[in-house]
């Protein structure tokens, strides 16, 4: 699945911007994650039917929603702070139980996005 990654920039600290992938395939759930440098790539948010998940540290900030009819996925981002700047990558899964059990773990996708970069001063 090929996936195509917009929407990051830079922003001040509070701000806002929205992130979208496309995915030019099917895929059961889909996932945002984070790679800030010098640490390890962290989950953000995941969708998976009407199952969505998110990580701690930006709950009641992002909000993740899909396309209902297209392997579209968004990430609302709120209240960015300096420790949300990273590269933001999209991530397609398609083993069911992994998806629905395991949507916040990177070995549950097989396919990523290439990264857009959020960076917030």
């Known amino acids: 699945v090929q996936l195509v990654e917009s929407g990051g920039g830079s922003v001040r600290a509070g701000g806002s911007l929205r992130l979208s992938c496309v995915a030019l395939?099917?895929?059961?759930?889909m996932a945002w994650f984070r790679q800030a440098p010098g640490k390890e790539r962290e989950a953000v948010a995941s969708?998976?039917?009407?199952?969505?998940t998110y990580a701690d540290s930006v709950r009641e900030r992002f909000t993740v929603s899909k396309a209902s009819d297209k392997n579209n996925l968004y990430l609302e981002m709120n209240s960015l702070q300096p420790e949300d700047t990273a590269m933001y990558y999209c991530?397609?899964?398609?083993?069911?139980?992994?998806?629905?059990?395991?949507?916040?773990?990177?070995?549950?996708?097989?396919?990523w996005g290439q990264g857009t970069q959020v960076t917030v001063s």
């Open positions: 395939g099917y895929a059961y759930c």
């Open positions: 969708v998976s039917d009407d199952l969505t």
């Open positions: 991530a397609t899964g398609n083993t069911v139980w992994r998806c629905r059990l395991h949507g916040l773990v990177s070995t549950t996708y097989d396919s």
